[in-house]
């Protein structure tokens, strides 16, 4: 049996398929971890390809696929990804990747909106706060950029370069 970087390197080759009987019968977890090492590895769509078509309900799936799928700028599907992982195990973080996604296809209203989820969630995610600073300037609300950005300071001084 092939390592995971050997497997990544047959599929980037295109020596294997995500569809072939070495990689479909990989077990859940096998999966999963051959899927992290493409993503990490900036293959994507190979990413992508290996979890798209899984059925199992798990964070790490949903998780792995809207990141590739944002990677891959394809912003609409990392959406429904981030969505079907807040279903599963709802997170800051999960929150902040779906505004993202829903801020670079220019809903700002939708995205501020999921930003502030995060926030509820968390309220010392960084990024969050930053993006809904951000969405509010977008949206000419200066004195609510104003508001996160203070916030941002205060639970980081450090972090002045981010609100300027």
């Known amino acids: 049996m092939k390592n995971n970087n050997e497997l990544m390197v047959d599929l980037r080759d295109g020596l294997v398929s995500v569809l072939d009987s ?3 019968n990989l077990s859940p977890d096998a999966k999963i971890k051959l899927a992290n090492c493409c993503h990490k590895a900036g293959l994507h769509a190979i990413c992508v390809g290996i979890l798209e078509h899984e059925t199992w ?3 790490e799936i949903q998780f792995l696929i809207g990141d ?3 990677d891959l700028a394809r912003f609409e599907e990392s959406i429904i990804a981030s969505t079907k ?3 599963i195990e709802p997170s800051s973080i999960a929150f902040n990747n779906r505004g993202q996604a829903y801020a670079v296809t220019g809903k700002f209203a939708i995205a501020k909106a999921v930003f502030l989820d995060a926030i509820k969630y968390d309220g010392t995610n960084l990024s969050a706060i930053i993006s809904a600073g951000d969405l509010c300037l977008k949206l000419e609300d ?4 104003v508001g996160f950005y203070e916030r941002v ?3 980081d001084p450090n972090n002045a370069t ?3």
Do not use: H
């Open 142 to 145: 200066g004195l609510g950029a």
């Open 22 to 24: 070495t990689i479909s």
């Open 153 to 155: 300071l205060s639970i």
């Open 162 to 164: 981010s609100v300027i």
């Open 57 to 59: 309900p798990r964070s």
């Open 85 to 87: 992982l807040l279903d």
């Open 68 to 70: 590739a799928y944002y």
